[in-house]
C-alpha cells in the first residue's frame, strides 16, 4: 500500500485493489466504467497479470523484465507516475479470448497501434537460446551465486548430451 510499510497478503492485496479502482470510477450517475480502472499492483503477482503495469514498466523503465518487477521499482514513484499514462479501453465488438490492441498515443497526436498474435516464448514464438539464457541467468542470480547459475546453465544446456542427469538436483542449492 502506498505510503505505508506494511505488507500485504495476496488475498488483501487484491482486495485493495479492487477497493480502489472502484472507489475511483464510481459516480453519482450509478454508471461504473472498470475499463478506466488501472492502480499500481500491490503484489508481485497482480502486476504480472496486469497489462496496465507491463506498460508502464516499459515508459518508467525502459523495459518489462524481471527487474522492472522488483518490489522498488513496481511500487515507486516512477512506476505510479507512468500508470496514471496508461488508459484501458474495453472493444466489446472483441472476441473475449482475442488478444489486446495496444495504441500508444504520443505528444504531437501521432498514434501507434500493435496487437502481438504470439507473444515471446510462445509456441508460435519461441525464444532463442540467447534470450533463454538471459532469462535463465535473471531468475538464477535472484537464489544462487554466479559460479553456481553458471555451472546450472552448463548442465542444463548440456542435458542432451548427457548420460546421467542425476546431479542435476543438487545444483539447485544456493
Known sequence: M??????LTPRAAALVNGVSSHACEVDDTGGCDHSGAVVVPATLAAAQLSLPYALAAVLAHGHAGLDAYADGRRTGAAARVAMDRVELQVDDAMPPQDEPVVTVTRTDGR????????????????????????????????????????????????????????????????
Do not use: C, I, Q, Y
Open 111 to 174: 498514434r501507434r497501434s500493435l496487437r502481438v498474435t504470439e507473444p515471446s516464448g510462445s509456441p508460435g514464438n519461441p525464444l532463442g537460446e540467447a534470450a533463454v539464457r538471459d532469462k535463465f541467468h535473471g531468475l538464477a542470480r535472484r537464489s544462487l551465486t554466479p559460479e553456481r547459475a553458471r555451472e546450472l546453465e552448463g548442465a542444463v544446456f548440456g542435458l542432451p548430451d548427457a548420460s546421467d542427469a542425476r546431479g542435476l538436483g543438487a545444483l539447485l542449492v544456493p
Open 2 to 7: 502506498w505510503g505505508r510499510p506494511e505488507r
